[in-house]
């Protein structure tokens, strides 16, 4: 009888425990096709309709979940992380931090040393124009900026 019960009670617990494992959902953000590793390759200037070709760079913009990563390995491979809303047709990034160490964190203030990376101040509206599998383009107040996904 003791084994049977023993029985009993192992069962239960394995059920009540798959219970809760199935109840307890991770929430992970869907970015679409927003999600990825983005390399940026060229930046229009829209007053001049000059083109800067950025293809030999290697700046990129990280998306996953709330944060957006941006990178200049050329330069030292310095890290900004944004915060960003995505719409529909637009992307705000804003609160941006510069990543000092692993474990130091600095809020950007000089919106200059935004501009080489084709963002020009410290809260950003884009105007998605083109998103597919391969190729993103976003368009601020003066710039449109040419992405490869990777």
């Not at 060229?42 to 913009?61: K, R, V």
């Not at 963002?119 to 449109?144: A, S």
Request: glycine fraction near 4%; aromatic fraction near 10%.
């Amino acid at each position: 009888m003791s084994s049977h019960i023993s029985h009993i009670s192992s069962l239960l617990s394995f059920v009540l425990s798959s219970i809760l494992l199935i109840s307890c959902e991770l929430e992970v953000l869907d970015n679409g096709r927003m999600d990825g590793n983005w390399q940026l390759r060229q930046i229009d200037t829209l007053a001049t309709e000059g083109i800067c070709d950025m293809t030999d760079s290697l700046i990129y913009w990280g998306v996953q979940d709330e944060l957006l990563q941006v990178r200049d390995i050329d330069n030292s491979n310095q890290r900004i992380f944004f915060r960003y809303h995505l719409d529909a047709d637009s992307l705000t990034i804003h609160s941006p931090y510069w990543a000092v160490t692993k474990n130091e964190l600095i809020p950007v203030e000089d919106v200059e040393t935004l501009l080489p990376l084709g963002i020009t101040d410290t809260i950003e509206k884009f105007h998605i124009n083109q998103l597919n599998g391969g190729t993103m383009i976003l368009k601020n107040k003066f710039f449109r900026l040419h992405f490869l996904k990777y």
